[in-house]
């Protein structure tokens, strides 16, 4: 079953991902993991027990090395997410440069001590020798691995808040592209990793059939939100950084240098500024007769049909202008659609009123309204208005 779904969701991913680097990495990592589970179906089709291995001894290296290794490589898909293009093969090494270092540590170590890894049928046996460098250093691989996850985690979260504002900067609806999901993510690699601790220090049968059991419900919980998950980036927005300030200068470099169309850029800082009112004039007049936000796929750059300047520029008129993020800019003028439909059109059901207004759900619409209107749900605003 697990090579099955590794394999699997990696061909589907791969099929699905050809202009999306994020499904690709994820297709790469599942990949990964279907190997080790088709080389045990393997073992089990031989009968070859270098293959098939149902229990381990504690502490085992071959499973420590690869183990962490596997724990690592699937930190690596939630910061593509978030930092589209930033990952490459050198920041990769680089990633994975602690962990190689402290692995191969052991392994010169253990040459010039003129040893072998000892092999530990038991937990008596690992106790026994515990103050030689052979079995102390792997409980210290152990803890450097819990440290490198909590690292990478923090890495990731730390650019959530950024992602979201970004979102809400240029895109009217952000179902397809919500993260909240890679806090799931997370937890399904803690729980990964607590029953791979378990299988590392107990080894028996039980605890691979665990291991396997949470490798499978994690992996297609991930193939579904990484089918369909859309990012807000271009590919390789953060190709040189990290930042997102410094990312967003090179894309307005880039863009400057570029044939651009109708696209222009405001002479100074002080020319944008006094054009200001104007140009939230004539978005606010245009929203009003042509009413855009009725679709639901509507975001920033559609503006800049009528309103000829770049993404920056764009994101500001609405910030500076409106004194709002365009999502919430856009939320609004929505609202307000409902609110009138609600009270004029009472043939549509209510429902439908919310798609009709550019919300891309009924449920997404019922939970905005109710937000909006202090716990007034849609049903109850039209009836109320209707008495009065």
Known sequence: MAAVICTGG????????????SRRLLA????????????????????????NFTRTDVADTLVLVCGNLYLIILLLYPMEVVRPGWLN???????????ISITLLYYIVLYLLGQEPLELPDMEQFINHIGEFNVWYRLLMTLSIVTYLIFLFRLTW????????????????DKNMDISWLRQYG?????????????????????????NLTVQCFFCYTLYKGLFHDNPY?????????????????AELREKQLPSGNICFPES??????KLPAYHE???????????????????MDVSDILPLNRTYLSRVFNDGFGDSFSNVVHDYRIREAEWMLVNRKDIPVGQVGELCGFSSPSTFHRAFVQSHGGVTPNRYRKQTGEK
């Open 269 to 274: 800082e002080s020319a944008f500024l006094n």
């Open 89 to 99: 093969l050198k920041r990769i090494g680089i990633l994975l440069l602690p962990y």
């Open 28 to 51: 790469g990592i599942m990949s990964a993991w279907g190997f080790i589970y088709v080389l045990r179906v393997v073992g089990i089709l031989l009968g070859n027990q270098a293959l």
């Open 158 to 173: 730390h650019y959530k808040k950024f992602y979201q504002q970004w979102c809400r900067n240029n895109y009217s609806d």
């Open 10 to 21: 990696a061909s589907l991913l791969f099929l699905r991902g050809r202009n999306n680097r």
């Open 187 to 211: 937890i399904g690699v803690v729980l990964i990793g607590i029953a791979y601790f378990w299988l590392l220090f107990d080894g028996n049968t039980y605890c691979f059939i665990v291991h």
């Open 282 to 300: 004539e978005i606010a007049n245009w929203m009003i007769k042509k009413k855009p936000y009725l679709n639901p796929s509507f975001k920033l």
């Open 234 to 250: 271009t590919e390789n927005f953060f190709s040189h950084t990290l930042n997102e300030a410094d990312a967003c200068m090179k």
